[in-house]
């Protein structure tokens, strides 16, 4: 005797993510499926479908338009940060000279996709030719200085090629926003996916970093499509799922390191429901020569598309030129247990290109640095560091939410359907796991280096808020504040979103100097309106105490006085001088403390403008 009706889950396009009998019609599921909402919320009916859907992507479209509006103006007024030099030098070398040599601490494909624009639209070129004209950056493999030459020293063009590297990481971003969408909408449906997309869309440090040619938010993006085609694929099982699965694994090896981790740590949790599925009759789910025929696919497509990457090449440098005094691309006498055997095996019997050698290798080189935290400096850092960062550069209602999606996601592993546990122990292990990585590391030089978290923490909060409120008005209601809410919120910031600090930070970057340093205050952006408020004053001059990589001159100034000598976060193409007093002063925030020290009562005025992360102080005498 049969069974009964198969039971198969909703799909995140039904209303709440539950078990219904399943029907071989459509319109007849959709009558089930209204039927399963209940006598609290109305009947979902023909007539009302197409407007319902309708008005969801109207609202979907309405956050993508604001949010791009911003990330593009973003964009275009502000200055370099401290990393992008270096990424938009290392895709530029790659592409017009095949040299992979110049930021060997991340693997190419972003970089690379972030300069075709301008690579494309704006053609450049540096020479380094066996002549007179090569440049010394080339000879000396100098990541930094070579980046800046792209960006300055190449034509007058500068603005325009910033701005056009800056369109992949938007777009990136607003993948980003809609990846949000599709998981809260498989968790809890379209309400929670459109509260999803407005908290993580709107939290100020994800616009933010959304506009710089940084590797952050593709991290984020990288990792949450990868949990979402694995969730897809255990669904169903289909040439097309597990093609697309097997795509995003290598692609997102291609772009960040952890990216890589989370592909294992996926993997491991198929690997673990595979064998907890195996002997059980479930329409859902893969079964055990189906697994490792992905595994053997991932793996030779891993290999494959690392040397492809590299251009089937083993070395790394290009055949251009030979430096003169190389930097070392790589140390392998530093290279230590446990993962200096595996390093020495790859390179000496050449399992692997060098380039992909050398991102593994730079795992390591991380300690060291100077950071600082609520007063203190380190060069080891601390655990508790981003505990401390995500207090301080987290909105309110944000933090509010957390305790509301963390007991919502355990009362789902306790309470709920076992489709459901499925799903969340696809979802959450690989942010959690990187998120360790990441603590352990102590690697203190910015919270952007966790703006991955925020993306399950702002799905499950969109989750948790759909079904705690049951009543269809009110869950627009809630979504209309939630999302109005995030949108007011960075609307009054913009677009100083990257250096957001609540008001236990301080409120902004001036007051939050005291608690936190580097990224999370002053990442060297704010250059351009610095000069913009100069050149409100009267003055074409100015003392110059800038951390970053940005030109002063580029921007309108006929000359700067560099006033930091030996100051190691500036690119000094001029010897330091006293500064001028009749001229005004532009001071970066994370360079204050310095400025201070090595002038003792020279900056002890009001600034004349604050420009964010850099200040502008009057001259002290009249010309």
């Not at 969340?424 to 796991?433: D, E, S």
């Not at 005025?605 to 005498?621: I, T």
């Amino acid at each position: 005797m049969p069974d009964g009706p198969r039971r198969v889950p909703l799909p995140a396009r039904g209303c709440q993510g539950e078990d219904v009998a399943s029907t071989d019609h459509p319109l007849d599921r959709l009558a089930l499926v209204a039927r399963f909402r209940g006598p609290k919320e109305p009947f979902l009916t023909l007539k009302s479908l197409p407007s319902r859907l309708s008005s969801q992507r109207f609202a979907i479209a309405g956050m993508a338009i604001i949010w791009l509006a911003m990330a593009l103006h973003g964009a275009w007024v502000k200055s370099p940060v401290m990393d992008e030099p270096a990424h938009i030098g290392d895709g530029h070398a790659i592409l017009g000279y095949g040299d992979f040599r110049f930021n060997p601490e991340h693997p190419p494909l972003f970089k690379v996709a972030s300069v075709l624009p301008a690579f494309l639209l704006v053609p450049s070129e540096l020479s380094v030719g066996a002549d007179e004209s090569q440049t010394a950056t080339w000879r000396t493999r100098d990541q930094s200085l070579w980046g800046y030459g792209v960006l300055y020293l190449i034509d007058s063009h500068h603005r325009i090629r910033l701005f056009l590297c800056r369109l992949i990481p938007i777009l990136t971003g607003l993948l980003g926003g809609l990846l949000a969408y599709a998981w809260g909408r498989e968790l809890k449906g379209r309400t929670a996916g459109l509260m999803a997309m407005g908290l993580l869309m709107f939290y100020p440090e994800y616009l933010g970093h959304s506009r710089f040619v940084t590797l952050d938010v593709p991290t984020l993006v990288c990792v949450a499509s990868l949990t979402l085609v694995a969730w897809r694929m255990w669904q169903k099982t289909t040439v097309l799922n597990t093609s697309v699965f097997v795509s995003v694994c290598l692609i997102g090896s291609l772009v960040k390191l952890p990216v890589t981790v989370a592909v294992i740590v996926v993997w491991l949790s198929l690997a673990t429901l595979t064998l907890i599925r195996t002997g059980r009759k479930d329409e859902m789910g893969l079964t055990l020569r189906q697994f490792m025929f992905i595994t053997a696919v991932l793996f030779a497509g891993g290999v494959f598309t690392q040397w492809a990457a590299a251009g089937f090449r083993f070395t790394y440098e290009t055949d251009i030129v030979v430096p003169l005094e190389p930097r070392p691309f790589m140390r392998p006498e530093t290279w230590q247990p446990p993962l200096g055997p595996l390093l020495h095996l790859l390179n000496d019997r050449h399992l692997l290109p060098q380039t992909t050698i050398a991102v593994l290798a730079h795992t390591g080189t991380i300690e060291g640095r100077p950071v600082f935290l609520l007063g203190e400096d380190s060069f080891s850092g601390w655990y508790h560091y981003f505990a401390v960062t995500t207090a301080l550069k987290t909105p309110f209602w944000h933090l509010l939410l957390l305790p509301l999606a963390a007991g919502w996601t355990g009362w789902r592993f306790v309470r709920g359907t076992v489709h459901e546990r499925m799903r969340l122990a696809l979802f959450l292990p690989p942010f959690l796991i990187i998120l360790i990585m990441t603590m352990f590391s102590r690697l203190n030089i910015g919270h952007r280096h966790i703006l991955f978290i925020y993306f399950p923490w702002c799905v499950l909060a969109g989750a948790a808020l759909a079904d705690v409120i049951h009543v269809q008005r009110q869950r627009i209601v809630a979504t209309g504040a939630v999302v109005g809410l995030c949108l007011m919120h960075v609307l009054l910031l913009h677009p100083h979103h990257a250096t957001y600090l609540n008001a236990l930070g301080g409120g902004d970057s001036l007051e939050g100097r005291q608690y936190l340093s580097d990224s999370n205050v002053d990442w060297g952006q704010d250059l351009g309106l610095a000069v913009d408020a100069v050149i409100d004053m009267g003055f074409l001059e100015a003392n110059v105490a800038y951390y970053g990589m940005g030109r002063p001159e580029a921007y309108g100034l006929d000359r700067i006085r560099i006033i930091l000598p030996n100051y190691p976060w500036m690119l000094r193409f001029q010897e330091a001088e006293s500064p001028d007093a009749r001229l005004p002063t532009i001071v970066s925030v994370n360079a204050l403390h310095t400025v201070n020290t090595h002038y003792p009562g020279g900056l002890q005025e009001e600034p004349a403008a604050v420009c964010n992360s850099v200040l502008v102080f009057p001259p002290r005498e009249n010309r």
